[in-house]
């Protein structure tokens, strides 16, 4: 699809192979560490206390997610209401790390790295890897509370933007996973 320019934004793919290429590959242990400081704060983890409705979501959507974290990877986090840090387990920080560890393709890395910073999740990046769920639901599961925030009071177009941008590079991130299985 390029024309005369070369335009790199418009090729996601391209640009998260690029970064595995250049960045990943030279440092994988850096890019693990990256996404195991993720479980340490995961989205997951930090719940609101009202309204119901944004609880019932939040509860819908993270919990199963949380369960099989529990389940396959070992990996029990605390939850709480509200954005003050709670530490994780040491245990489950250390079991989660294993798994990271076990990532050896800078590519899948990349992808998933990707993904984390993206929802803010590392424990949907992995679900996504292990195919425990969908890309979409993951994305959903990603944005419940911005999207309870949408039904609430409307859209913003400049977050509407940068939403659309920002599930692109998800879908890439995606993509690529799918065409290394």
Not at 147 to 172: H, Y
């Amino acid at each position: 699809s390029q024309k005369e320019f070369i335009d790199p934004l418009s090729m996601p793919v391209t640009r998260l192979v690029n970064t595995a290429i250049d960045g990943v590959s030279i440092d994988l242990q850096a890019v693990k560490e990256d996404i195991i400081r993720f479980v340490g704060s995961d989205l997951l983890c930090y719940r609101a206390d009202t309204p119901t409705e944004l609880v019932v979501l939040q509860n819908k959507h993270w919990d199963p997610l949380l369960d099989w974290a529990h389940m396959a990877l070992n990996t029990r986090l605390t939850v709480q209401q509200g954005i003050v840090h709670v530490v994780q387990p040491v245990e489950s920080i250390a079991a989660f790390s294993s798994h990271i560890g076990m990532i050896d393709d800078p590519l899948k890395l990349a992808a998933v790295h990707s993904m984390t910073a993206l929802t803010g999740s590392a424990v949907i990046a992995m679900a996504v890897l292990k195919k425990q769920i969908s890309a979409e639901n993951a994305w959903l599961s990603a944005h419940v509370d911005e999207n309870w925030q949408v039904s609430q009071w409307g859209e913003d177009q400049e977050a509407q933007a940068l939403r659309a941008a920002k599930i692109i590079e998800f879908e890439a991130a995606v993509n690529l996973l799918d065409a290394l299985r």
